[in-house]
């Protein structure tokens, strides 16, 4: 969680929909960290990731606490959107602003009192890595496919509102280059928490937190042990992407050759 005072962030246990107590002592998130979030629906997974957002202080559903380098958070991460160090996407993040992806992006930094130069290009370059569908800066914001949102949502995270933690949830993946993602948050020192489905995203994290009853019930540290799962997953994924780029371009697909 470079360029901000933030070490590390706590979530210490609460309880279950039922009021049993979490059988966890504490979960530490670090600079680099990239954990998933997975259980069935209902099973309390935005719940968790609302908290961390809201810094909860036993005062949500769930009586988690969050802690900031092991302290109560200063009052002006809560309050000051512009300090708040942690940026949140999820299904319903859409910009529905009628303007070019510049003027967007030109009224973020604005609004953030951002001084970098060349900060809006390098933020669309950034978001052209993320999807093969490339974003022009003359594109009308409500015109982007919700691959092209995804990814230019993740940048703009990355780099305009600069937030050391990103949660991200159910953000479908479909139209985004998912390694890539998680390459380059862990490149900018980004912690990044996925609430996800995803078989690659999931295998791609160094952390597993499986939530039940709204609780949670484990946490898998795969280290390793997935890795030849995890290269299969990515292969068929990679196949997958390229079946879809195929068919976008409008070819038939009967030549063998696909397979990685
Ligand atoms: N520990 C808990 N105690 C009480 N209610 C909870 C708890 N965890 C989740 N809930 C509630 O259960 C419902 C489903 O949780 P949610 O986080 O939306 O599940 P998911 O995202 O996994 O589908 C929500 O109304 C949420 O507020
Ligand atoms: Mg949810």
Same mark, same amino acid.
Not at 179 to 189: G, M, N, Q, T
Not at 241 to 249: D, H, P, Q, T, W
């Given at each position: 969680?470079?360029?901000c005072s933030i070490r590390e962030i706590t979530i210490l246990?609460?309880?279950?929909?039922?009021?049993?107590?979490? +059988?966890?002592?504490?979960?530490?998130?670090?600079?680099?960290?990239?954990?998933? %979030?997975?259980?069935?629906?209902?099973?309390?997974?935005?719940? !968790? %990731?609302?908290?961390?957002?809201?810094?909860? +202080?036993?005062?949500?559903?769930?009586?988690?606490?969050?802690l900031v380098n092991g302290e109560i958070p200063a009052e002006e991460f809560i309050r000051d959107p512009s300090k708040k160090p942690i940026a949140l996407i999820t299904q319903n993040t859409k910009c529905l602003a009628d303007m070019t992806v510049e003027a967007f992006l030109a009224m973020h930094v604005r609004a953030r009192? %951002?001084?970098?130069?060349?900060?809006?290009?390098?933020?669309?370059?950034?978001?052209?890595? !993320?999807?093969?569908? +490339?974003?022009h800066a003359g594109c009308r914001i409500t015109a982007l496919?919700?691959? +092209?949102?995804?990814?230019?949502?993740?940048?703009?995270?990355?780099? %305009?509102?600069n937030a050391p933690l990103i949660l991200l949830d159910e953000v479908e993946n479909a139209g985004i280059f998912r390694? @890539?993602?998680?390459?380059?948050?862990?490149?900018?020192?980004k912690s990044v928490i996925f609430v996800t489905h995803d078989p690659l995203v999931s295998l791609l994290s160094d952390r597993r937190i499986v939530m039940r009853h709204g609780a949670v019930e484990k946490v898998l540290y795969p280290q390793g042990r997935e890795l030849p799962v995890r290269d299969m997953v990515a292969r068929i994924d990679l196949t997958m992407? @390229? !079946?879809?780029? @195929?068919?976008?371009?409008g070819e038939l697909l009967t030549e063998p050759g696909y397979l990685v």
């Open positions: 969680m470079s360029g246990p609460g309880h279950d929909k039922h009021n049993n107590p979490e +059988q966890f002592d504490r979960i530490v998130i670090r600079p680099g960290d990239t954990i998933s %979030i997975v259980g069935p629906t209902g099973s309390g997974k935005t719940a !968790f %990731i609302n908290d961390i957002e809201v810094f909860a +202080q036993n005062d949500t559903a769930t009586g988690r606490t969050v009192k %951002i001084t970098t130069p060349d900060i809006i290009a390098k933020t669309r370059e950034l978001a052209n890595q !993320f999807t093969g569908e +490339q974003i496919s919700g691959g +092209q949102t995804r990814s230019l949502m993740v940048a703009d995270a990355i780099l %305009i509102s390694e @890539r993602v998680i390459e380059v948050l862990k490149e900018h020192c992407c @390229r !079946f879809r780029e @195929r068919i976008r371009a």
